[in-house]
T-cell receptor, first 115, second 113 residues
Framework: GENVEQHPSTLSVQEGDSAVIKCTYS??????FPWYKQELGKGPQLIID?????GEKKDQRIAVTLNKTAKHFSLHITETQPEDSAVYFC??????????????FGTGTRLLVSP | KAGVTQTPRYLIKTRGQQVTLSCSPI?????VSWYQQTPGQGLQFLFE???????NKGNFPGRFSGRQFSNSRSEMNVSTLELGDSALYLC????????????FGPGTRLTVL
């Protein structure tokens, strides 16, 4: 079945440093890859997503890269701030044209940014 | 525009009881998906509803069911509650079935005693 592996499970950085979270997926038919940020007591919040026809996407301090051949995708956060501290989840889903909406999530990365 | 809302936010039940959770999607969104989040199993897909029909279902027992109304609001029901059903139940909405972007609500925290 589908599986998404996520590393590391915890990541501690100093404010201003960069943080990188990596995910690997098993379903070669996956072509949509969102990243969510979840703060304590809240639901996951979409922060960035990428589709398989794009190799990289950037939004201010956040970027996502995708390597479909290796089935890897990564989240890059630059100039981290304490408010970036949260649990981050990667996810993958299949061809949106089939209407198949199931997201398969990674196990999450707890990011701690120290001032 | 208001986000996804879920009610109630917290719920305490005892084993054997049943529970109904409610989700109101973002205005204009027609697809609603439900996920279960636990420390041990992470985020797992329960089911997806679109146009009042269940379109996709995850690997959960038949005790878990749901429905969607004509206004796209959705409910999920868990019957004969077990201790292992304690979890955060999340609802996500998307515009339609051809749109991947899903927006999550704050969740309902269910505790089964």
């Amino acid at each position: 079945g589908e599986n998404v592996e996520q590393h590391p499970s915890t990541l501690s950085v100093q404010e201003g440093d960069s943080a990188v979270i990596k995910c690997t997926y098993s379903d070669s038919a996956s072509n949509y890859f969102p990243w969510y940020k979840q703060e304590l007591g809240k639901g996951p919040q979409l922060i960035i997503d990428i589709r398989s026809n794009v190799g990289e996407k950037k939004d201010q301090r956040i970027a996502v890269t995708l390597n479909k051949t290796a089935k890897h995708f990564s989240l890059h956060i630059t100039e981290t701030q304490p408010e970036d501290s949260a649990v981050y989840f990667c996810a993958a889903s299949r061809d949106r044209n089939t209407g198949f909406q199931k997201l398969v999530f990674g196990t999450g990365t707890r990011l701690l940014v120290s001032p | 525009k208001a986000g996804v809302t879920q009610t109630p936010r917290y719920l305490i039940k005892t084993r054997g009881q049943q529970v109904t959770l409610s989700c109101s999607p973002i205005s204009g969104h027609r697809s609603v998906s439900w996920y279960q989040q636990t420390p041990g199993q992470g985020l797992q897909f329960l089911f997806e509803y679109f146009s009042e029909t269940q379109r996709n279902k995850g690997n959960f027992p038949g005790r878990f069911s749901g429905r969607q109304f004509s206004n796209s609001r959705s409910e999920m029901n868990v019957s004969t509650l077990e201790l292992g059903d304690s979890a955060l139940y999340l609802c996500a909405s998307s515009r339609d079935r051809s749109t991947d972007t899903q927006y999550f609500g704050p969740g309902t925290r269910l505790t089964v005693l």
